[in-house]
């Protein structure tokens, strides 16, 4: 008996073979291609570009599913707000986007004293070109049309330098991640 007992717990306690384990979930464009132009607009209606957006380095981009009813994305916007400085350090602007109404977004800014801009893609069009639509919703849900949680690292010109994600909704990369994927980037890149 207690042989097999230290079987299973070795067999337990041992490395995965490389063909179980899992890899880091992989949703939007690839690394190193140019993204689909935003549809998105921020606070005041006007339309945004990745250029507009973007410091001297680039811009980090968050999708978001929503700041009105997802517990989860009002935390992550929320961590997010000491992003700003240290990301200007390295060249970087943040920005969010969901598929919120303007007015939804600006309450939240305002009721959660949110220092960068949180940009409104009404109609998903950003999120459908970026291929993040979570098909998990149907078109009769009230969440039809959010994207899958993800963060993406780009050039000014709009390539792809990095991305983040994580399966599950209910996980979000912290900013350190962010901070930790941008500072690996080869330099010049």
Not at 77 to 87: E, N, R, V
Request: charged share 20%; with cysteine.
């Amino acid at each position: 008996m207690k042989l097999a007992f230290v079987a299973v717990m070795l067999a337990l306690l041992s490395p995965l073979p490389a063909s179980a384990q899992t890899k880091a979930w992989d949703v939007g464009p690839p690394v190193g291609v140019k993204v689909p132009a935003l549809h998105a607009t921020d606070l005041k209606g006007a339309p945004v570009n990745i250029a507009g957006l973007s410091g001297k380095n680039g811009l980090v981009l968050v999708f978001f599913r929503s700041a009105k009813w997802c517990p989860y994305c009002q935390k992550q916007l929320m961590d997010l707000k000491d992003g700003p400085g240290p990301l200007a350090e390295r060249g970087y602007k943040l920005a969010a986007i969901s598929y919120d109404p303007t007015d939804i977004l600006a309450g939240f800014t305002e009721k959660r004293s949110i220092p960068y801009p949180l940009l409104s893609d009404l109609g998903s069009v950003t999120i459908d070109a970026w291929k993040l639509r979570d098909v998990r919703y149907k078109p009769d849900s009230f969440a039809w049309g959010v994207p899958y949680a993800s963060i993406y690292v780009l050039s000014p010109k709009g390539v792809l330098k990095a991305k983040l994600a994580e399966e599950d909704y209910k996980l979000r990369p912290p900013l350190s991640a962010v901070l930790a994927a941008i500072d690996g980037l080869p330099k010049g890149r």
